[in-house]
C-alpha cells in the first residue's frame, strides 16, 4: 500500500490553470504506474490521465488532451497534473491514485492505492 495526499485545487475561471500534486509515502512509488480520476456531482469516477513508473509513456482522456499534462519526480515521490485552458465541465473532486501491477491505465479498478481527493471548481 502507499498513502496518497493530493494538494493544489481551488476555485478558477474558465481559461485558467491549476497544478494539481500528489504526495506519496511508500516505498514503491518509483516502480509504480500512477493516475488521476475525477468525479463530478451525481457523475461516476472517471479516468484523466496516467503516468508510467519511468514518465516515458502517459495517457489522457480524449476530454483532457492537449489541456492537462500528467507528470511525476520520482526522486521526490510526487505525481502532478498540469491543468490549462480549464472549463467548467472540468469540476470535480480530483484523485491520484496508484495502478497494480498490470491492467489497464484507464479503468478505476486496476488502482488499488487513493488520495483522499481535491477539490477543483471552474466558473464561466
Known amino acids: 500500500q502507499v498513502q496518497l495526499v493530493e494538494s493544489g485545487g481551488g476555485s478558477v475561471q474558465a481559461g485558467g490553470s491549476l497544478r494539481l500534486s500528489c504526495a506519496a509515502s511508500g516505498r514503491t512509488f518509483s516502480t509504480s504506474a500512477m493516475g488521476w480520476f475525477r468525479q463530478a456531482p451525481g457523475k461516476e469516477r472517471g479516468f484523466v490521465a496516467a503516468?508510467?513508473?519511468?514518465?516515458?509513456?502517459?495517457y489522457y482522456a480524449d476530454s483532457v488532451k492537449g489541456r492537462f499534462t500528467c507528470s511525476r519526480d520520482n526522486a521526490k515521490n510526487m505525481e502532478y497534473l498540469q491543468m490549462n485552458g480549464l472549463l467548467p465541465e472540468d469540476t470535480a473532486v480530483y484523485y491520484c491514485?496508484?495502478?497494480?501491477?498490470?491492467?489497464?491505465?484507464?479503468?478505476?479498478?486496476?488502482?488499488?492505492?487513493w488520495g483522499q481527493g481535491t477539490q477543483v471548481t471552474v466558473s464561466s
Open positions: 491514485a496508484r495502478r497494480r501491477t498490470s491492467g489497464s491505465y484507464y479503468y478505476a479498478g486496476n488502482y488499488d492505492s
Open positions: 503516468i508510467n513508473w519511468s514518465s516515458t509513456s502517459t
